[in-house]
């Protein structure tokens, strides 16, 4: 008993898809696309707010110390807001250094802050302080 043979290619069909069909596809894509764009948390990184106390160092950096949390890493140029509530991005915190502090850099104060936890490439986390209010 012989098997049938099987051709060795296989020719596929021609399919033809009118315009109006392929605008209606590309059209629910967008949709869709835009739909769940919509649910993605672009731009909006909840933070931990807490009150504690803030050590900065000469260079500008320092570590924040919640009441009741963690230890945070404060950058060098991190957003305050100082006590008349004028917000300022980097140079040094009002309430932990004036011309009158000359010498005395490492001045620290009681301090609102905001910090989210960061992930590293090893899969570590830190906090990091993204914004400090002075009282």
Same mark, same amino acid.
């Given at each position: ?82 006590? *008349?509530?004028?917000?300022?991005? *980097? ?45």
């Amino acid at each position: 008993m012989s098997s049938p043979e099987i051709p060795a290619t296989t020719k596929a069909g021609h399919v033809t898809v009118s315009r109006v069909f392929m605008a209606l596809i590309i059209l629910a894509s967008a949709v869709v696309g835009g739909v769940a764009a919509s649910f993605l948390p672009l731009g909006d990184v909840p933070l931990a707010v807490a009150e504690g106390y803030v050590q900065l160092t000469v260079d500008g950096s320092g570590t924040f110390q919640a009441d009741s949390g963690p230890a945070a890493l404060v950058p060098a140029d991190v957003w305050w807001t100082d006590s *008349g509530g004028r917000d300022h991005v *980097g140079g040094r915190p009002s309430c932990l250094w004036d011309e009158h502090d000359k010498g005395n850099e490492n001045k620290g104060s009681r301090v609102e802050a905001g910090y989210r936890w960061m992930k590293t490439p090893s899969g570590g986390t830190y906090p990091l302080v993204a914004w400090l209010k002075c009282p």
